[in-house]
């Protein structure tokens, strides 16, 4: 090796003819066969050296000693082809000796035999932790690994990976962050540290992508000392590349999940505040493009909204404990950056703080009196009917109310201190002003929010201030058993029940997108879930009917006919989510059917009998013909066993 340098070295100095070329050539391949004999030990050694040199890392660049590209082939189909641990140094060896000439083409070829089989990736993630040195080559100052994983990152702004790919990437990155024990000695109790730090990854796969909007293409740095880890200076920005955000936004909540799990101090690999809070805003910057989308993909806007607003808490959650001594400070520097946000997003970050900062606090509850000081029992417009004053107003309280369960409760606590309907022309009028709200909320409203505006209405109904007027208009006669225990599933059931009725009609229906209808129908029936799921844990806990499953057949029997209702005022690929959820149904009344005591018998099969023909009637509602076709096969079926 030696040798070889001095060649570069005279090389370099002087004109070369031929034949010294070919000594040359000679000479490097000589020194390569001679490497790849060495046990992996003293390659770690002699590699880590030879790029400590002058002419080290060129060495090999002028003179194409072996194939890189068809040696890498070769080796990575021996390693995935059956790799024992025992085998795993020999591949190393074998890796090794091939990066000594070309470390970028190696570690490159590494990560995309990673991504494209899961089998590999666990494998070659075990190789590289033999030879951690590789990983952590630095070349030109940048660590060659990070450039390449970064570099593969930048190409998904062009080209789309599979499910399985990415679910590759990820886990292969995962490893790459996470302490190990030495492959070679699996039985060692010493742990190595990771071959990269989880915040070096988000240097490299996070930062360059985050942008905090369109139209500012730079992850600015947030308060506090300067980053060890975000080097982007309003001097010298960096380029947003488009990557999606959906990846960047997984390789962020993937190093949230390490770097958030020790919170004892700031330890070396701790977020920094500024990292923290320039984090915060990108992320508040995309949860307004949620908040106020384009036309864009109805399903994957709502899948950044949730993801987004789960990573903006997680990390709110860590500043709040960890960096207590500037945290009103930076708060202020991230409250002056997102002021001019959309009021919902401001009012989201004042709430994630509201109990550590007086300020915060503060704002919320200015922000949600002036809401519910809207709404008040006589009109303050007498030429307006009261339900329509009063939307506007519910509509903005349900808009803030979805953002969390506590923003949803703060909401609920204010209104009751100010607001009663007592008469029923104002709980008429409150109730068509709660339907009338929503239509104009969940439309544009994740799941998870669907599920915090349910909390808000049941807090509502408890408080007395949302009066449901339920009846069992799906049925010629009560069963002959206790329904009270159904009284506010069915409640709350009708309210969302009645919003997509609403949405149905013209004035809503026109503005609604196919994939808009899609995302209410999921959303609806996953609320159902939740709502019956509720209710069953409360039937079986009740004393009165805890021994038999008649009530939860009635309740069952009941959603199933709401859903019906529901299907036929929505457009057609739209109802598929609403039948899976009508088949599931019918299911839970046959398992029900098959379990129940055997001293309520009689009393079981009679309201499931009864059931049947409501179902019956309902499944006619339904608009397509293999769709109630299969429904009344199933409910038939059921039908004899009654």
């Known amino acids: 090796m030696a040798l070889a340098l001095e060649f570069k070295r005279q090389r370099s100095k002087t004109a070369t003819t031929r034949d010294e070329t070919e000594r040359h050539k000679r000479v490097l391949k000589l020194s390569s066969d001679c490497f790849a004999a060495l046990l992996l030990p003293l390659q770690s050694t002699l590699f880590q050296w030879l790029w400590d040199q002058p002419n080290g890392p060129t060495l090999f660049k002028d003179s194409a000693v072996i194939n890189v590209e068809q040696e890498l082939t070769h080796v990575f189909n021996r390693l995935v082809s059956g790799s024992t641990d025992t085998q795993l ?25 990673a991504i494209s089989n899961a089998e590999a990736g666990s494998l070659i993630c075990k190789v ?24 593969f990152v930048r190409t998904l702004g062009v080209r789309q990976l599979s499910t399985s790919e990415e679910l590759n990437l990820f886990k292969f990155a995962d490893s790459a962050i996470q302490s ?41 740095p947030g308060p506090g000392p300067p980053s060890l880890y975000l080097h982007v200076t309003p001097e010298s920005p960096t380029p947003r590349i488009s990557v999606p955000r959906r990846i960047t936004l997984k390789f962020l909540d993937l190093v949230l999940k390490t770097s958030l799990s020790s919170t004892d101090g700031l330890e070396p690999d701790a977020l920094d505040i500024s990292v923290c809070f320039s ?8 949860l307004q493009d949620c908040t106020v989308p384009d036309d864009g993909d109805v399903t994957y806007n709502f899948l950044i909204k949730e993801m987004t607003s789960d990573l903006l808490e997680r990390v709110s959650a860590y500043v709040r404990q960890v960096h207590t001594d500037n945290l009103s400070v930076c708060l202020e520097w991230l409250v002056e950056e997102t002021s001019d946000l959309d009021w919902t997003v401001r009012l989201a970050i004042n709430a994630l703080f509201s109990d550590a900062v007086p300020s915060c606090r503060k704002e919320v509850i200015s922000c949600i009196e002036q809401i519910t000081g809207c709404l008040q029992p006589s009109p303050t417009i007498e030429s307006l009917p ?62 998870p929010e669907w599920l915090n505006v349910l909390d808000t209405l049941d807090l509502l109904r408890s408080e007395g201030l949302l009066h449901v007027s339920y009846t069992s208009h799906f049925m010629t006669s009560l069963p002959s058993c206790d329904i009270t225990v159904c009284q506010r599933p069915l409640q709350l059931s009708q309210v969302f029940t009645t919003v997509i009725q609403l949405l149905g009609e013209a004035g809503f229906s026109d503005r609604l997108k196919d994939d808009q209808w899609q995302h209410i129908t999921k959303s609806y029936a996953q609320l159902m879930k939740m709502i019956l799921s509720n209710a069953t844990e409360s039937i079986s806990s009740s004393p009165s009917s805890s021994a038999h499953a008649a009530p939860q057949v009635f309740l069952i029997g009941q959603l199933f006919c709401q859903s019906c209702e529901v299907s036929r005022r929505v457009p057609g690929l739209a109802t598929e989510q609403l039948f899976v959820w009508c088949l599931e149904l019918v299911t839970r009344v046959e398992e029900l059917l098959g379990c129940h005591s055997d001293n309520n018998v009689d009393v079981v099969r009679d309201v499931a009998h009864q059931e049947m023909k409501t179902l019956s009637r309902a499944i006619e509602w339904l608009p397509s013909s293999g769709q109630r076709s299969t429904l009344l096969q199933k409910v038939g079926a059921m039908s004899s066993r009654c």
């Open 89 to 113: 140094t020999e591949r190393a060896r074998e890796i090794c000796s091939i990066a000594l000439h070309c470390p970028s083409s190696t570690l490159r070829k590494a990560i995309q035999e």
């Open 128 to 151: 590289l932790q033999c030879m951690p040195f590789l990983v952590q080559l630095r070349i030109d100052g940048a660590t060659c690994f990070l450039t390449e994983l970064s570099s």
């Open 180 to 220: 190990y024990h030495p492959p070679t000695h699996p039985g060692n109790p010493f742990t190595c540290p990771p071959l990269i730090s989880p915040l070096h990854l988000a240097d490299s796969c996070i930062w360059p992508f985050l942008g905090p909007a369109s139209l500012d293409h730079t992850h600015r």
């Open 279 to 286: 984090t915060m805003l990108s992320l508040c910057q995309i």
């Open 386 to 447: 009261l339900y329509g004053e009063w939307s506007c107003s519910l509509m903005a309280l349900f808009q803030g109310a979805r953002i969390s369960s506590r923003l949803s409760k703060q909401f609920v606590k204010s209104l009751s201190g100010t607001f009663l309907p007592k008469t029923s022309a104002l709980r008429a009028d409150f109730y068509r002003a709660v339907c009338l709200g929503l239509a104009q909320v969940l439309p544009h409203s994740s799941t």
